[in-house]
C-alpha cells in the first residue's frame, strides 16, 4: 500500500506568476515507485470584464504595433485566459522528468517499469535520499489559485 | 551534398502533444519528411523510444528540448536535459553555455509569439548580451509560417542580425503537437549533409544546423552555389576576405527542385521570382523559369552575407515559398565566433 510522503496545499495570486516552489523530501528507503497527485483551480479565468484589460495590456506589449489595434479589436479570440502550473521531478542523482502539460488535475507514477512510468518522468529506481518536486507557476491570472500535491510512495 | 527535409520542433505526450512519438513519425514519412527533432517542453522522456521508432519509421530523431521558461521559450538539439529553473531573465547566457557544454546547439523559438498571460513565456524575454551564443531563430513558426503575422518580424530580426555581422543560422519549426489530416502544411527545413551513407550522425545534423546548411521552403529545394573565380562556397560558408577583394564579380547559381509532393507544387515556374537578399538590399530579382540553375551576375563591393529566397504564389497569395541561410563574407569588422 502507498503511503503518503507529502500532502500539502496552497493558495497562489498573480503576484505567484513566473516562481517555483520545491517540496523537498528524503526517502529513507529506495521504493518500488513513487505517485504524485497535483490539482489546482481554478483553471480558466472566467471575468470577463477583469480580462480584458490583461488582454489589452498584452496586445500591447508583445503585437507589432502596426497591428495592434486590429488585434484589440480581437481581444475576444484570446478569452479565456488560463492559469498555468506545472510539475517537475529530481531525484538524489537529478532531474527526473517533468509535465508541461495543461490538465489541472494529474496523477504520476515513476518506477523501473518504462511503460508504468507516465509520460514526461524518466523510468527508474526510486533511491533512498533526498528528492524534490518543483511546481513551476508559469502563469496565475485568477486572483486566487488553490492547489494541492500529494506525494505518495510504494515500498519495495 | 545530400539534402534532407526535416521538421525541428515536436511535441508529444511526453510534454503536451497528443500523438505518440511512433504517430508523429509515421505521419512524418507521409508528409515527405527525412527527420525530426523532438523537443518536448521541459522533458526528454520521449527520447527512450526514439531507436525503435526511428528503425520502425525510416525517421531520423535528433535529441532535443524546448526550454519553456518563464520568459521565452529556447529549442535545444543534441544535447541531454539542461537545468533551466534557476535561471533569471538575465541569465540566459548560463544557460545557453550548459548546453553547449555537453555538445549542443540552442535556438530561440517564435521570439516574437505574443506571452504571457496569452501564452505563457511565449514571447522572447531574456536579455541576450552575444548573439554569437544563439545558434539559430525559429524565423518560420507554425504550417504556412510565411503567412504568420508573428515570423514578420522573427524574419526581420534574422536580418537585422546578419546585417550586424552576426552569423545565425535559421529554421522553420511546425511547433507540431498533434497529427490532423485537415492542418495546412508547414515547412520543411532542408539540412545540407555530406554525401555519406545513411544514416547520418547526430554530429553531422548539428554541424549541418549550426553552420547554416539550411533552405526553408514550403516545398521546392534551393541549391544555391557562389563562385568566384574557379572558387565555389555553398550555404553557411564564409568567403575569406582576399577572395572577396580578388573577385569583385561572382556568379550565383540556384538549382530549384521541386517536391516529389503533389500538395507541394511549387517551383521555379509560375511566375516565381529568385531574389537575392544582403546587407545591401535586394541584389537581383530574376524570374525564376529563365534562372533556374543559371548564373545571376553579382558585384561583390560590400557584401557581408546574401541568401536566396522564392518568391511567388501560394494559394493566391504572393509570399516568400522558400529561403536559404546565408552565405557570408569575411570582413574586417566581423565578429569573430
Not at chain 1, 488582454?55 to 502596426?66: R, W
Not at chain 2, 535545444?76 to 547566457?93: F, K, M, Q
Not at chain 2, 504556412?144 to 503575422?149: A, E, F, G, H, L
Request: include cysteine.
Amino acid at each position: 500500500m502507498p503511503k503518503d510522503i507529502i500532502a500539502v496545499e496552497g493558495k497562489l495570486t498573480p503576484l505567484s506568476s513566473k516562481t517555483h516552489i520545491t517540496y523537498q523530501f528524503h526517502l529513507e528507503h529506495a521504493l518500488s515507485s513513487l505517485e504524485i497527485d497535483f490539482r489546482y483551480a481554478p483553471k480558466q479565468f472566467l471575468d470577463r470584464e477583469a480580462s480584458k484589460p490583461l488582454i489589452l495590456e498584452a496586445i500591447e506589449n508583445f503585437a507589432d504595433p502596426a497591428w495592434a489595434e486590429l488585434y484589440k479589436k480581437q481581444w475576444e479570440n484570446y478569452y479565456p485566459l488560463q492559469n498555468l502550473l506545472t510539475l517537475s521531478l529530481d531525484s538524489p542523482s537529478g532531474f527526473r522528468g517533468s509535465a508541461h502539460r495543461h490538465a489541472p488535475e494529474q496523477r504520476h507514477m515513476i518506477c523501473p517499469d518504462g511503460s508504468k512510468t507516465s509520460p514526461g518522468f524518466i523510468a527508474g529506481d526510486v533511491p533512498s535520499g533526498v528528492w524534490k518536486v518543483t511546481i513551476s507557476v508559469h502563469c496565475v491570472v485568477t486572483p486566487d489559485c488553490r492547489y494541492e500535491l500529494l506525494v505518495r510512495g510504494t515500498d519495495q | 551534398m545530400r539534402w534532407l527535409p526535416f521538421e525541428l520542433h515536436t511535441h508529444t505526450p511526453h510534454s503536451d502533444g497528443t500523438h505518440s512519438l511512433l504517430e508523429m513519425c509515421r505521419v512524418a514519412a507521409e508528409l515527405g519528411l527525412e527527420g525530426i527533432a523532438l523537443t518536448d517542453h521541459n522533458t526528454v522522456s520521449g527520447l527512450a523510444d526514439a531507436e525503435a521508432v526511428s528503425r520502425q519509421t525510416g525517421i531520423a530523431i535528433i535529441p532535443g528540448m524546448e526550454w519553456t521558461t518563464f520568459y521565452g521559450h529556447m529549442l535545444t538539439l543534441g544535447a541531454p536535459y539542461c537545468e533551466w529553473r534557476d535561471l533569471g531573465p538575465d541569465d540566459i547566457h548560463k544557460g545557453i553555455a550548459r548546453v553547449h557544454e555537453q555538445g549542443g546547439i540552442v535556438g530561440i523559438a517564435h521570439p516574437y509569439s505574443f506571452g504571457s498571460p496569452i501564452c505563457t513565456g511565449c514571447h522572447w524575454d531574456y536579455t541576450v548580451s552575444d548573439w554569437n551564443q544563439i545558434d539559430y531563430m525559429e524565423v518560420w513558426h507554425e504550417t504556412m509560417p510565411s503567412m504568420k503575422n508573428h515570423n514578420v518580424p522573427a524574419f526581420r530580426q534574422w536580418t537585422e542580425l546578419l546585417n550586424q555581422g552576426y552569423r545565425i543560422s535559421a529554421t522553420a519549426g511546425r511547433d507540431w503537437h498533434r497529427s490532423d489530416p485537415a492542418d495546412p502544411l508547414a515547412a520543411y527545413t532542408y539540412i545540407g549533409l555530406p554525401d555519406a551513407p545513411l544514416p547520418h550522425s547526430l554530429t553531422d545534423l548539428i554541424a549541418a544546423i549550426r553552420q547554416g546548411r539550411l533552405c526553408l521552403s514550403m516545398g521546392p529545394l534551393l541549391e544555391v552555389s557562389l563562385n568566384l573565380g574557379a572558387d565555389q562556397y555553398g550555404l553557411g560558408s564564409v568567403v575569406p576576405l582576399p577572395v572577396r577583394e580578388a573577385h569583385p564579380e561572382a556568379e550565383l547559381t540556384v538549382k530549384i527542385t521541386g517536391s516529389p509532393r503533389p500538395e507541394r507544387p511549387w517551383g521555379a515556374e509560375g511566375g516565381s521570382l529568385i531574389i537575392i537578399d544582403s546587407n545591401l538590399g535586394e541584389l537581383a530579382k530574376v524570374p525564376a523559369i529563365e534562372y533556374d540553375g543559371l548564373p545571376i551576375p553579382l558585384t561583390t563591393a560590400g557584401l557581408r552575407w546574401l541568401r536566396v529566397r522564392l518568391f511567388g504564389t501560394i494559394n493566391g497569395i504572393l509570399t516568400t515559398i522558400a529561403c536559404t541561410n546565408a552565405v557570408y563574407f569575411a570582413n574586417e569588422q566581423q565578429h569573430e565566433e
